[in-house]
């Protein structure tokens, strides 16, 4: 039996909706950020599990964990998901619910991971350039 798992991703807790063929929801839990926290939920359910992740800051970690553990991953774009950008009921565990509902009848608009950036570039190109941050006397 294949599952759809939705995840509404956040700095330091995520919801996580588990949707069965049929539409049922079997679980909607909400959990702390840590990878083995997301491991033992997934390692919970029976069966193969096809997990949508809302693509917002920060995904790039879960989806290592994720990709890593064999999981099939979906990156779902936050504004081209048309069904959580434009809802009038905006809660993590609705967000969840309908990441998995829209996975599970092929209708995730799934948007492709970029190529991993060398430390030394994330380093480079995130923040406050080199430069600036010395002060002037």
Not at 63 to 74: F, I, K, N, P, S
Request: glycine fraction near 6%; hydrophobic fraction near 40%.
């Amino acid at each position: 039996m294949m599952h759809a798992v939705g995840i509404d991703l956040h700095r330091s807790r995520s919801h996580v909706a588990v949707i069965d063929d049929r539409g049922d929801v079997l679980l909607s839990r909400r959990i702390i950020n840590d990878p083995e926290t997301f491991l033992t939920l997934l390692g919970e359910i029976d069966g193969e599990c096809r997990i949508a992740l809302e693509a917002t800051y920060g995904w790039e970690w879960l989806a290592d964990v994720l990709q890593d553990a064999g999981y099939e991953l979906h990156l779902a774009h936050p504004l081209r998901t048309k069904a959580i950008a434009s809802a009038r009921v905006k809660t993590d565990a609705v967000d969840a619910k309908t990441l998995a509902h829209l996975l599970r009848t092929d209708l995730c608009r799934s948007s492709a991971r970029p190529p991993t950036r060398p430390k030394a570039c994330v380093r480079w190109t995130s923040g406050c350039p080199p430069w600036k941050r010395t002060r002037a006397a």
